[in-house]
Structures are given as structure tokens and as C-alpha cells.
């Protein structure tokens, strides 16, 4: 009977690890020991799939884990053990991971299996901060096998790296490692390059055979000006009055952008704004992209949509210009980009700071996940999950509740849960049904618990504050403003002088991007990468905080708010 199919283990489970296919013809190989199984090793074995298939990593790995070692003479040990290893990374268990793939390799050289080893091997290394040992044992797969998904994790992981004198050793100890070198120059012109590195990047673009045009430092080092010029390209729609009433907030984020202009002026750092409308489709981007002019640039804003997005995000990487997209919470927007930020937190981030709120706040650490149909708030879920499972904390339940119009579509998510059974509960969710709903199971259950979720439940008119303050509802709010904040008064103040109108939030956001990166400008020039990266998260002029550290693409300060006394109060001031 032909052995059990690991790409159709791997399509079942899906997972942010890369795994390579591993269905080699040479899983038919003879087997090394041709010792028949005893019933009791072929039952643990097909347990030990099938759980894996399921999901239930730690029962396959007990399953599997006695018919390994040569002692066992079982004649699948090496599939049992690379079963042992996926499993262990699912649980992200990386000593056993690595322990198990040892075990393969030693014992069972011969194994079809051994290329998927090292593979794997590498990823663990990697995920354990070993990427010296990572890249080694990557060196070690045969020519041809697994090449562009051992390149594509190099990538992945290499890019996260932030410590200039680690890439400089690992350089040195595999020269000729193509993908180290590219992610080294990708570096480089994001923010690490002085003019005593003309040397090494000049040796790296004629070794790798890498793109002149894209791998100058035109910008990198650059001389500091007096004044900026900034591009900002947004959807106007300048000649569709009724498509402008549509896109109001465009013209809002851009009345803010002159605001803070004017704010730049007065305090001697002047910058220059131009303004292009890029329409509602790539292709008015496009002509936008090929004036001249724009290369010259040395900061664009822009645009608000995904499809846009990526489209300037290259364009951004291949004429080294600071790109920053006003509005996306999708951090596979900024991935492996020096030069393109989001300025607001992603999806993820949110998830990930939630998460570590949790862990410092709340003693007891188990809790349950109810997440909405949607990519964002999927996105918010498995980050909690990740981080919160990372430092220590439990899941006990992940649920999607697909739709959140009605009380009975919601109430998928609670059927056959005890919530006394975790610490706390986190509603990934802005639907209308899903606060009351939530308010209604704890109630029936004669619960009391914390609840993370989302500030839009301030605004949901089947909520009534007072029942927000009477519980532990804690709430992430990007966009939150202190009322009684000078800053804030002050450009209420402004803005409804030259407006006649009161600032929505949109306004908010474009008078706090453009005078935060605008400051950065003057403060490192317009190749200020390294210099988000070295600052923590500061105090913003209006909102709460801002900042990019540890080569963060997207900001890493989320407001967390609870009503206290029918006030909103945050949680996590930025310094503490």
C-alpha cells in the first residue's frame, strides 16, 4: 500500500510555517528496516495521522513519538519521526522539533525524508534565533531540492533580522549565499548604509548580479535640505462632484495634511505638498507614477486602496522613496519593503498588543476567542492566539462567528462553551448583535469576566454606556482623541477656522501623519528607516501614540480604553 500523502496533510492544516511539498517519488523506496510492523505500532501510526490531520498536535506526537527510534524497528520510523517534527512546530515546541529531526537524520541518513529535514530543520533554527545554524543547515540540501522554498524562508526570516553586525558575520561565513546578500543590500538602502559601505554594495550588486538601478543609494546618506517636498496621492475625484461627496474623507485627510503644513512652517521645518489625484483605478495611478516629478520626491502619501497600494509599494522600493498608505490595516502590505510603512497599526499588530495587555493585566491566563467573517478580524485572532500562547497564556477556544447580523448566527460561537471555564473573552467583532449578544450569554451564565474587543462598540446604539462601564470591557482604539488635550483643542480650534466645520477623524489623521513623518524628514533626511526603528513609540500631536520600533512597517502603539465613570481612560499609556 503506497505510504501516507503529506501534501494532503499539508493542505488540510495550512499554517503561517512554509512546509515544503514532500511528496518525493522517493517515498517508495525500500524501506530501511523491512522488519514487519506489529499491529500495535500500524495502529499508533494511522492514530497518529489521523490526529495530526486534525489538528490534535500533542496526542499525534505522543502517538508517534515511541515508534522513532531504532530500538522500535518499526519500518515507517522516518516518516513517523518527520510526523513527530510537523506536529512540534504546529505547537511551535521547537526543542522537540529540532531533537526529532536529529533523530531522522542520524538514524535514518538514507531516508527519501532527509531533504524535508533539513528544510524543516531550518525553520526551527530559525524561529529559535539561530540563523548562523539555520543557514547551514539549509547548505546542506541536495542541488535542485526544495530551492525556491528554502529561498523564500530565507527571505522571511533573514528580513526580520535588525542586527547589522549578525548580517555582517553570516556574510562572511556564507558568501555565497544569494538570498543573504540580496535581503544584506535590501538593508542597506533601508536606513543601514553609510558611504563606507559604497564597497560592499557595489561587490554585492556585481556578485548577485542584482539591479544597479535599484541597488543605488540615491537617497541613502543623502544630504539634509532645508524644506521637503511630499506627494500626496489620493482618489479626489476632482472631476466627478458626485464621486467627491462619496470619497469625503479624502478631502478630509487632505484639509488636515495643509493644517499641519502650516503648523511645519511656522516651526522652521517647512515642506512642500503636492497633490495628485490617482482616481478610483490602477490606471490613473499608473500616469501618476510616470511624471517625472514624483521620482524627485522625498516622502509620498498614498494611495487607499489595496490594489493601488501595491502597485506604489513597488514603485517605492525601486525609486527609494518613503511610501506611507494612510489608511490599510493589512501588514502583508509592508512585508519585506524597506521603504513602505503603514500609518496606522495592522490587524495583527492590534492582536499582538491586545495579547500582551491581557498577560499583564489579568491573572487568570486562559481565554476564548470569538472572531467575525472577516480578513481583519481574522488576521486580529490568530495574532492574539500566536502571542498570547507565546508568553505563557492558554486558548482554550478560537471560534469563528460568521456573521454578526443576528443573535442566532452569533450564537455559533458560544454553543457547547463553558465561559467559566477561561479568564477572560476577546470579541473580534463590530457587528451590531455581537456586544448585546455577548452582554446576554454572560448574563445567562452568571458570568463576570474581562472582555477585549473593539471601541466601535462605544458607538453601537444597542449598548448603553452604562453597561460598558458596569464591566471589565476593555477596548482598542486606534483613533481615540483626549478631548481635554491641548494639542487636540487647539486644531479643533484651527480647523474650524479655516473650515467652518469641526474635524472628523479623517481630518485628525492627516494633520497627525503628514506632521509626524514630515518631522522625521528634517530630523534624518528622507532615508530615516534606521532612525523609526532605534526610536520607541511616542505621544502624537493629537492622537495617543506613534512609532515604529525594531524595524516595525506599522505602528506598534495601540490604545487600549476602558470606561471609567462614564469616561473613556487608556489603559496603556505610551512609556508604560
Known sequence: MRPFSFIRLLCVLGSALALPNVAHAAWEAPLQMPTPATPEQNTRYQNGKLLLDQGSYLLAMKELEPLTPPAARFERAPEAAYLYAVAATRLKKWPEAEQMLNLLRTEYPTSALVPDALYLQGQVSFEQGEP????????????????????????????????????????????????????????????????????????????????????????????????????????????????????????????????????????????????????????????????????????????????????????????????????????????????????????????????????????????????????????????????????????????????????????????????????????????????????????????????????????????????????DVYMLYPHYLDPGALGVRRFRQLYAQQYNLPPSVFANMGFEMLYYFAQRLHDAGPAFQQQLSDSGPVSGALFQGIGYPGGAHDNQYVPITKLERMNVEVQNPVGE
Open 132 to 471: 548562523d545554524n539555520a543557514l547551514r543547515t539549509l547548505q546542506q540540501l541536495p542541488a535542485g531540492k526544495l530551492t525556491a522554498e528554502r529561498e523564500a524562508m530565507e527571505v522571511n526570516y533573514l528580513s526580520r533580522l535588525n542586527d547589522r553586525a549578525l548580517f555582517q558575520t553570516l556574510l562572511q561565513r556564507y558568501p555565497q549565499n544569494a538570498t543573504l546578500g540580496r535581503v544584506y543590500a535590501d538593508k542597506l538602502l533601508g536606513g543601514w548604509y553609510t558611504p563606507a559601505d559604497k564597497v560592499t554594495l557595489t561587490r554585492l550588486v556585481e556578485q548577485f548580479k542584482l539591479d544597479p538601478t535599484r541597488y543605488s543609494p540615491r537617497q541613502v546618506g543623502a544630504a539634509k535640505k532645508n524644506s521637503y517636498n511630499i506627494a500626496v496621492l489620493l482618489p479626489f475625484e476632482f472631476t466627478d462632484a458626485a464621486q467627491a461627496r462619496r470619497t469625503q474623507f479624502v478631502t478630509d485627510l487632505y484639509a488636515g495634511m495643509r493644517l499641519a503644513q502650516d503648523s511645519l512652517q511656522r516651526e522652521g521645518r517647512p515642506v512642500q505638498v503636492f497633490a495628485y489625484d490617482t482616481g478610483a483605478d490602477t490606471l490613473q495611478l499608473k500616469r501618476v507614477l510616470a511624471l517625472p516629478e514624483l521620482a524627485s520626491m522625498d516622502l509620498i502619501i498614498g494611495p487607499v486602496y489595496k490594489s493601488g497600494s501595491k502597485i506604489l509599494a513597488r514603485y517605492a522600493q525601486q525609486k527609494q522613496i518613503i511610501t506611507v498608505n494612510p489608511l490599510s490595516q493589512d501588514g502583508e502590505l509592508v512585508q519585506n519593503n524597506a521603504w513602505h510603512y503603514l500609518y496606522e497599526p495592522s490587524s495583527a499588530t492590534q492582536g499582538q498588543q491586545a495579547a500582551r495587555f491581557a498577560l499583564n493585566t489579568f491573572t487568570n491566563r486562559t481565554a476564548a476567542i470569538l472572531y467575525d467573517n472577516t480578513s481583519d478580524d481574522a488576521a486580529f485572532a490568530q495574532a492574539y492566539k500566536a502571542a498570547y500562547e507565546a508568553q505563557g497564556g492558554k486558548v482554550k477556544l478560537m471560534r469563528r462567528a460568521v456573521g454578526t447580523s443576528t443573535d442566532s448566527v452569533f450564537a455559533q460561537g458560544f454553543v457547547g462553551f463553558d465561559l467559566k471555564s477561561v479568564g477572560h473573552l476577546v470579541v473580534a467583532s463590530t457587528g451590531r448583535r455581537a456586544g448585546p449578544y455577548t452582554f446576554k450569554r454572560l448574563q445567562a451564565q452568571k458570568v463576570t469576566m474581562p472582555i477585549i474587543t473593539y471601541a466601535a462598540w462605544l458607538d453601537n446604539p444597542s449598548i448603553s454606556l452604562s453597561q460598558l462601564d458596569a464591566r
